[in-house]
């Protein structure tokens, strides 16, 4: 027998089981904030660390290029001013207190230093310089030179002529020392690793509150989320002030809780009915029932109460149909099939299926229909509608009365209508006949038949289609139901009901 787990370690077990958290948001915002701030700040430093050693090797390499011009000026305009030049090579450097010059001139062709700097020879080779540049060139940057391996000089090399001639040349080299370079150098990147130390501990002290400033709104959905029962549907998240993305996503959410609270009203509603409208029909079975079998009774009594209670059977499947058809009109998927009608062949199909009933009422059911009126609706559903309407004004025209279909084209819907010259409903009325189980006092009773659920599927059937109905109606004139459709069999409208 294998004993083998189905799942590997690690591999996330049953793909039904919750998936693992993989971290917090804050966490993640805080470490990509932080190391994001950190990078720029490194990044800032290292420019300015570069910038600040560019500019004292330009600084070093301007103040080089101008000694050697002043060299070969003296060359060139005062050849055997020798004292001249060792001045300027020995002066140069003692009058400076912090940066140390040093200068020669060679006798490239005897080998010999015409002037030197005192001790240059000790730090400064003439080996350790570059190639001279030519006479007629002039010097732009220097070299950074380490000849004993511990002090750093910046140097360069140029020739210059002697007088005017051009065959008797020197060679001019000049260096700086940059020791006190260095060590200024050394305190600003100590100074740049203890700031750069701080911003990160500051980068990710404000990318931490950055973060949780950031996810409160999530954090906020997220606790509403947690608070939502069967009674709390009606809570919204406010988002106002909130970031647009969260705004979107509360704004969705909020969209979610609607459908939510209109599905869970809707199955609440249904259940409201089915108790309500399934009460009487019971409890009348049951007391008929009961009556039955309180003493022995005769054959044609026993039948008497079984053809009730069939009726009683009867109007329950009715209603359990109604309330069905209700609930799944209501539902999001609900779809209908349209097909090409003929709007005034149908309404005479309807008057000649009620013609015999409206007969045995005396009552005229006429017929006002222009041929050519046509649109896209389900046959099964629009007659239904109709003969809900046609029952209801049989229900409540008295004998003598009429009842008028008529239909009509109007601005791109077909108006269909049903009148009666009935008792009519008082104006308290109107606004609630086409709720379900609604049953105005002087239209609509249970003695009548009616189980207010007619208008209702007269109403849903017309959304279904994408149209409307409405009504009209003065007590002791009749009443006038409408239904308005589209000519283009358009899909049911949002938010319909």
């Known amino acids: 027998m294998n004993t083998e787990p189905d799942h590997p370690p690690g591999s996330g077990g049953d793909a039904n089981s919750p998936p693992r958290p993989s971290g917090s948001l804050a966490r993640r915002l805080t470490l990509f904030y932080a190391v994001s701030a950190f990078c720029l700040v490194l990044a800032t430093s290292g420019i300015l660390y570069w910038a600040l050693v560019h500019n004292l090797d330009v600084a070093d390499d301007q103040f080089l290029a101008d000694q050697v011009h002043v060299l070969r ?9 020798i004292a001249g030049l060792r001045q300027e090579a020995e002066w140069e450097s003692a009058a400076r207190r912090y940066t140390r010059v040093y200068v020669r001139v060679l006798d490239e062709k005897h080998g010999i230093a015409v002037v030197e700097t005192p001790r240059m020879g000790t730090w400064l080779a003439p080996s350790a310089f570059p190639e001279p540049i030519d006479a007629n060139a002039e010097p732009t940057r220097g070299t950074d030179v380490r000849p004993d391996g511990d002090r750093l000089f910046r140097v360069m090399a140029a020739r210059a002529r002697i007088g005017g001639s051009e065959a008797d040349l020197r060679a001019i080299q000049v260096a700086v020392d940059e020791d006190d370079e260095e060590d200024l150098l050394a305190a600003y990147r100590t100074t740049l690793i203890a700031v750069v130390g701080v911003a990160l501990l500051a980068c990710a002290f404000v990318g931490n509150r950055i973060a949780r400033h950031g996810v409160r709104p999530i954090e906020e959905i997220a606790g509403a989320s947690r608070r939502i029962r069967s009674t709390t549907l ?13 705004a979107e996503l509360a704004s969705g959410w909020n969209e979610m809780l609607d459908r ?5 009203d809707r199955l609440s509603r249904f259940s409201a009915d089915i108790a309500h409208e399934l009460r009487t029909p019971v409890n009348n079975l049951r007391g008929e029932v009961e009556v039955a079998l309180g003493k022995a009774r005769t054959p044609e009594q026993y039948r008497r109460v079984l053809e009730s209670n069939l009726e009683e059977c009867q109007r329950l499947t009715r209603t359990i149909d109604s309330l069905l058809f209700l609930a799944r009109a209501e539902s999001p998927e609900a779809q209908i099939a349209h097909e090409k009608l003929d709007v005034a062949r149908e309404l005479s199909s309807v008057r000649d299926f009620f013609e015999a009933s409206a007969a045995e009422h005396g009552v005229r059911l006429t017929l006002s229909a222009p041929e050519g009126i046509g649109g896209q609706f389900d046959r099964t559903l629009f007659q239904r509608a109709i003969g809900n309407l046609v029952e209801n004004a049989l229900r409540h025209t008295a004998p003598g009365g009429e ?3 008529r239909t009509r084209l109007v601005g791109g819907e077909v108006l269909v209508e049903v009148a009666d010259t009935g008792c009519g409903i008082a104006p308290v009325h109107l606004p609630h006949v086409f709720d379900r189980l609604y049953r105005a006092d002087s239209a609509r009773s249970s ?11 007269v109403k849903t059937i017309a959304e279904l289609h994408g149209g409307s109905a409405r009504i009209a109606s003065a007590e002791g004139h009749g009443t006038c139901v409408t239904l308005a459709f589209p000519t283009d069999g358009g899909p049911r409208r949002d938010g319909a009901r």
């Not at 939510?260 to 869970?264: H, I, N, V």
């Not at 003695?447 to 599927?457: E, K, N, Q, Y």
Request: proline fraction near 5%; avoid cysteine.
């Open 234 to 246: 009606h809570e919204r998240i406010e988002a106002r002030g909130l970031p647009s993305e969260i």
């Open 403 to 405: 009842i008028v279909l």
């Open 447 to 457: 003695a009548s038949g009616g189980a207010g659920l007619g208008l209702a599927i």
């Open 260 to 264: 939510l609270e209109k599905a869970f």
């Open 73 to 81: 000026m003296l060359l060139q305009n005062r050849p055997d001013d």
